[in-house]
């Protein structure tokens, strides 16, 4: 069993940074899979960016060279850091874990297997 929890969200104007962690419950978190997800008011939860087990990352093409995940196992704990923040970029933001470290399969929200609470981002023009 693995226990979420996401920080660091708030308001920003855009242009701004903001990180976002997850921190996570459990020994074994090295193992796990850990991907980011946003969800805006009115549309689909949707993919952000993922990093494996062994580091190799995933990122959605509206986010791709302005947003960096990383990890850092002895902290049991992800990070999202978020640079160019644009106003589209505002949504409710969660973490999830999955022990399923397909390549295809991690931009999928059904592969996790659990989730964080979210945090919101807040994008302001």
């Known amino acids: 069993q693995v226990q979420l929890v996401e920080s660091g969200g708030g308001l920003v104007q855009a242009g701004g940074s903001l990180r976002l962690s997850c921190a996570a419950s459990g020994r074994t978190f090295s193992n796990y899979a850990v991907g980011w997800f946003r969800q805006a008011p009115g549309k689909e939860r949707e993919f952000v960016t993922a990093?494996?087990?062994?580091?190799?990352?995933y990122t959605a093409d509206s986010v791709k060279g302005r947003f960096t995940i990383s990890r850092d196992n002895a902290k049991n704990t992800v990070y999202l850091q978020m640079n160019s923040l644009k106003p589209e970029d505002t949504a409710v933001y969660y973490c999830a874990a999955t022990l399923k470290n397909s390549n295809l399969g991690l931009r999928l929200d059904r592969t996790y297997d659990y989730w964080g609470q979210g945090t919101q981002v807040t994008v302001s023009s």
């Open positions: 990093i494996k087990s062994g580091g190799i990352t």
